[in-house]
Every structure is written in C-alpha cells, then in structure tokens.
C-alpha cells in the first residue's frame, strides 16, 4: 500500500474520540481500546476533550510510559460550555462547539502531519458527526448509534415525565433523521459508514439514504480462562444488574418480574447504579417485596464493578432503549448468562448459545415472561452452565483484538481504494487516447445523438 507517495512510513490517521479514558468502559473505553488497536498498525492522533480525559491520560503515560504509535490532542473548552454540557436541552449545542475547536486543531495539524484518513468515533450519537468529514481526507464514521426509539407501547412503564420526555425524544430522532442535512451529508461523504446495531443500520439506510456496514461500539479485552460450573453452586439464585437509574433502563421490569417469582424460587438481587430514579425504583422494590433480596450498590469503580460478575449466576438487561450495552459484553466476558430484551443492541448480541431474550410487546406481558425465564433458568443448572460456555464462546468476537483488527482492515481497504484512484488518474492522463477514452467519447456522442 502506498502512503502518499511515501512508502518509508505508516499510514497517519486522526481519530475524533472526545470521550477517551483508560481503564473505562461505554465510550470512553471504547474511545480508548480503539485508539490502542489502531496504533498497532497506523501512526495515531487522538482528538479528545481536556476537560474528560487529559489528567486522566497524562497520569496513566506517567505510569506506563509513552505507547509507541500514539499521541494525544486535547482539545479545551470554555467554562461556559462545560456548563451547557450539563443542561440537557442544549449538551448538544456544546458538544457541537467542542467539535468546531477539534476541526480547528485538525486543520493545522493536518498542516503539519499530512494525516491520510479520518474517523470520528465518540460520542457515537448519530446526531453529532463533527467535521473532519469537511476535510479533502477518506473519512470514516462509526460505530454510531442513537437512532432507536423507546417502545411506543412501552411508554408507561416510564412514569408521566420519563414518558413525556421518551416520547418527545422519539419525535425528535425521526426529524433528525429525516432532515438533518449535515448528517446527511457526513454520511454520504464517509468512505465507511459504521452502525454499532442491525436497528441503527436499518434507521440510516431508511431515513438518511446512507449505505453502512455493521460493528459493535463496545468490547472488552479479556474473557474468563473457563465457564462456571453451575452444578457445583448451591443456595438461592444470585442475579445481578447494572445501569443508569433512568427511564430507558427500565430496573422496574425487573423488580416486577422477581415479585411474581414463585415461593420456591430463592433468588438475592445486586443493582449497581446511581440515577434520578433510584428513590421510585426503592419504593417500588419495597412495594412488590423485593426489597429484602435487593443490595443497592451505588455506582462504583469500573474495577470493582467488574468483580459483581464475579459473583452473579445471572445477569439481566431489561433496557428498553440502548445502542449496544456494554454490561452485555462484559458479563459474557465473564461467562455469566444474560437475560435481555429481543430488540436494538441486545438482539444483536445475545443469542441462544449464551442466554435467553424476551419478546418486547407491551410491559405486563415483558414483565411475566422475564418471570418464567428467570424461574426456568433458577432450576435448571445445567442449563445455566452450557449457557456460560455459550457465553465465552459468544464474547470471542467482541473481543477488542479482534475489533481493532477487523478496523484496521477497514482502514487498509480505506486506502487503497484512494490509490487506486490517484493510479486511475494518473492512467488516464499518462494516455488520454487509450482505447477506454475513446470508447467513453463515442458512448458519450452516442447518447447525445439519441437524446437530441
């Protein structure tokens, strides 16, 4: 593959990551495990946000060291739009002033660097492509997501404000969707397009008339050495779940779900977390007697949170919007079987091999058949353990390895479709009267002749 004209290097790539922190997970993880993967094979420039990630970065490279192939751009920002960020009828607003300064700084880095393609990775929102698009660079855009909608028929399990705003929210995807002529036009111009889900894919081929391609947005970088022994595990079923304490979690789907559990079914429930609605959620618990099986853990460190699926028999995902989950993966990473709604991200991950997914119709119905999955799984071991193996088996291609790379392949492809471009061209003015140039010109005075 040729590099602009010098083969004596590696490809230069400028990746837009304003979330990008190690040792993190969701995006910023993703920000950062893609940054790594790249940088095995290509010369990596790193956009990210002073604010977020840089004393979070620069102690991490104080500790470790520098890592060969990889340099950091942090991008700053004002008071003013830190504040915006945390309002979130305008944290858009923000985010795009953020992306305006990063095209700043691309530009004249690009002055200096001579990159030879872009990709602009998180946030992933569909919603906000940045700008490197507008560079005379191959552009590729993704994992994004964001385009699914919370269940119509779901809105109630959402309460009167999360309805309101779920509902209001759904609207607004659509519109964007359908009018947003800068997304629009970020797409078409991206030399690959990248959904992290089959339901963002189908959402931008139908509403943005963009053509993508399909990878997951999160994974992880190991996965446990074997699958647990179900068999050998006494005692009441441990079950866990993780998330933000918001309506699209839907934490209440589970703590009805374990209310109608049957008296024979003993069962002790851990939920990490923090949100605005973690007081509804406790007095619902209380309500339907969960109450005395549930832990509340609060939110805790990426590390600490990671050895909770340690402990789990069990891990049960009832979002009823997400892009992916990153939770799914991890506990798959972990062998733990998942329980999951049929739909968005989860539909794509979760399979039969490695857990059990419920239909999504209306919240009554959910909530039964969330029960009798967990009541079935709870006497049946053997079945919990060939879903562990399942499990493991199923995570080897989220592997972060593995993702960075089938990107890396992307961005080879990237390439060396832009040389074989310049070789066309250079063909075509090296021999202007090749025998293709002149039977273009006599189709071309053919369709003319016809026409008039």
């Known amino acids: 593959m040729t590099v602009t004209g010098d ?19 969701s995006e910023s993880g993703s920000g950062w495990n893609r940054a790594l993967q790249a940088a095995e094979e290509f010369d990596t420039w790193v956009l990210c946000d002073e604010h977020l990630n840089g004393n979070l970065i620069r102690n991490y490279l104080q500790r470790h060291g520098p890592i060969a192939g990889l340099e950091f751009i942090f991008v700053p920002c004002s008071r003013w739009e830190r504040f915006l960020r945390r309002l979130p009828a305008v944290c858009y607003v923000a985010y795009n002033l953020w992306h305006r300064h990063a095209f700043h700084a691309a530009r004249r880095l690009h002055e ?5 393609l872009t990709h602009k990775l998180t946030l992933n929102t569909f919603r ?6 507008c560079m005379d660079l ?21 309460g009167f404000t999360g309805s309101v705003s779920e509902g209001f929210r759904n609207l607004v995807n659509i519109f964007q969707l359908c009018f947003n002529k800068r997304v629009r036009r970020a797409g078409q111009k991206a030399a690959v397009l990248l959904a992290a889900s089959s339901t963002n894919q189908k959402d931008f081929d139908r509403w943005c008339k963009c053509s993508s391609s399909r990878m997951l947005d999160v994974g992880v970088s190991r996965s446990a050495p074997a699958p647990r022994n179900y068999r050998q595990r006494q005692g009441p079923l441990r079950i866990l779940w993780s998330g933000d304490f918001r309506p699209g979690k839907a934490l209440s ?28 959620w406790r007095r619902l618990a209380r309500r339907q007697g969960v109450q005395p099986h549930a832990t509340w853990m609060g939110f805790l460190p990426h590390e600490e949170a990671m050895r909770q699926y340690d402990w789990a028999d069990l891990f049960v995902f009832t979002s ?8 799914i993966v991890e506990a798959l990473a972990a062998g733990v079987p998942v329980v999951c709604l049929d739909h968005q991200g989860a539909h794509d991950i979760v399979n039969k091999q490695c857990g059990v997914t419920v239909p999504v119709t209306t919240p009554r119905q959910i909530v039964r058949q969330l029960s009798q999955v967990i009541a079935s799984l709870a006497h049946d071991r053997d079945r919990l353990s060939q879903l562990s193996q399942g499990a493991l088996d ?5 592997l972060w390895s593995r993702q960075g790379a089938a990107m890396a392949a992307i961005y080879h492809r990237v390439l060396n479709d832009v040389d074989r471009t310049h070789e066309d061209r250079a063909r075509a003015l090296a021999a202007p009267f090749s025998t293709q140039t002149i039977s273009a010109a006599v189709t ?5 002749i016809t026409w008039t």
Not at 253 to 279: C, F, S, T
């Open 7 to 25: 083969e004596s290097r590696r490809a230069r790539l400028l990746l837009s990551a304003f979330l990008c922190r190690p040792g993190a997970g």
């Open 112 to 116: 200096r660097l001579h990159f030879d």
């Open 128 to 133: 906000e492509p940045g700008y490197l698009w």
């Open 138 to 158: 191959p552009f590729v855009w993704g994992p994004f997501g964001g385009t699914q909608i919370f269940p119509w028929r779901c809105l109630t399990e959402a």
């Open 253 to 280: 789907l589970l703590i009805k779900a374990l209310a109608q559990l049957p008296d024979d079914v003993p069962y002790e429930l851990r939920i990490l977390g923090r949100g605005p609605l973690e007081n509804r």
């Open 320 to 327: 009823l919007r997400d892009t992916s989950g990153t939770v």
């Open 394 to 398: 199923r995570v080897q291609r989220y």
């Open 444 to 448: 071309a005075v053919t369709g003319m």
